[in-house]
């Protein structure tokens, strides 16, 4: 594997603090970002790498 290679990152928590940053961090790298928040929206920028769920 290429060693920039993109990656597929899950995170919980991504609506704010630590969970946000690290999230804005790996998407500005290109890498994909599942994040999850409680309402399933998020206030990061539109990004083809983004893909926000909802948990309940």
């Given amino acids: 594997m290429a060693r920039d290679a993109q990656k597929v ?3 919980t ?3 704010r603090g630590f969970g946000k940053e ?3 961090a790996l ?3 290109g890498q994909v970002v599942i994040g999850t928040t409680r309402d ?3 206030d ?3 990004h083809d790498g983004l893909h926000v769920w909802r948990w309940t």
Wanted: aromatic share 12%; no cysteine.
């Fill in 9 to 11: 990152w899950f995170i």
């Fill in 27 to 29: 998407l500005d790298q």
């Fill in 22 to 24: 690290l999230a804005r």
């Fill in 13 to 15: 928590g991504i609506s």
């Fill in 40 to 42: 399933g929206l998020s």
């Fill in 44 to 46: 990061l920028p539109a």
